[in-house]
């Protein structure tokens, strides 16, 4: 049985998808493993024997690297607690809860919804060496490894700079906002987490000469009408069909 983009884009996170800035169908067509189909004919039932478990990391699921994790033969599926509101965004501070970084704060880099990880940016690092080879040593480069927001990071009230835990609150005016449980004040979403993979936030863009504006959109001229394009042409140009039909039978 075919997997629908539902079931399929479900083990994606949402703002992951967001960060992507990718439609669904091209995530979904990226993600897709299918290993045997039936023909397209008549004569034979559609199945489709296909790969339904990924495994995520920090590589995102429209890339090759993600391919490579996940090739025929691995089965080695990792379990994630699941949260229901996702409360650590790009541009969040936050604080180091373990490791040779534990009491550091940092600013978050990037999301891994589908892990519940995130990369703060210049903590919990480790040497990689690159490049490697018999005539050249390699280069040794820190890159920063993912945190289990669970339990290994704590986000940072900003009215202190000291970390605190959050409850998900509504206001009254209806914003489900953050709130910390410590000093009772709202700590707001950074206008980054609002950043795509290219760079683009919907306040900075600029309207390009090809785009339907705003006004477009709302200044609408087209009238619907229980017309054929043919009678609506003949009306235009003041024809009138004065042919009459043969009759028709339905049996």
């Not at 479900?10 to 990718?22: R, T």
């Not at 009491?103 to 990037?110: C, L």
């Not at 995130?118 to 945190?147: A, H, S, W």
């Not at 986000?155 to 609150?169: A, G």
């Amino acid at each position: 049985m075919r997997l629908t983009s539902s079931l399929l884009l479900k083990h994606v996170g949402k703002w992951s998808k967001k960060y992507a800035n990718l439609p669904d169908r091209y995530i979904e067509r990226s993600m897709r493993q299918v290993y045997w189909k039936t023909p397209n004919k008549p004569n034979y039932l559609q199945r489709t024997v296909e790969r339904r478990r990924f495994r995520f990391s920090i590589h995102r699921p429209w890339t090759n690297y993600f391919h490579q994790d996940n090739a025929p033969g691995k089965i080695d599926f990792i379990y994630v607690e699941p949260i229901k509101n996702w409360s650590f965004f790009r541009g969040d501070r936050v604080e180091v809860l373990v490791g040779k970084d534990k009491g550091k704060q940092g600013i978050v880099k990037d999301i891994y919804q589908e892990r519940n990880w995130i990369i703060v940016e210049g903590l919990n690092t480790k040497l990689e060496c690159v490049m490697k080879d018999k005539d050249f040593p390699g280069i040794y480069m820190q890159r920063e490894q993912p945190l289990l927001v669970t339990t290994q990071v704590q986000l940072v009230d900003p009215s202190d700079l000291h970390k605190t835990d959050i409850e998900w609150r509504y206001t009254e005016d209806g914003r489900h906002v953050r709130i910390s449980v410590r000093t009772g004040r709202e700590i707001p979403i950074p206008a980054s987490a609002e950043e795509t993979r290219d760079y683009k936030t919907p306040a900075l863009y600029k309207e390009q000469p090809k785009d339907t504006t705003k006004d477009d959109v709302t200044n609408i001229t087209f009238e619907p009408k229980l017309k054929t394009f043919e009678m609506d042409i003949m009306d235009e140009m003041g024809i009138k069909e004065d042919r009459i039909p043969k009759k028709t039978y339905w049996y």
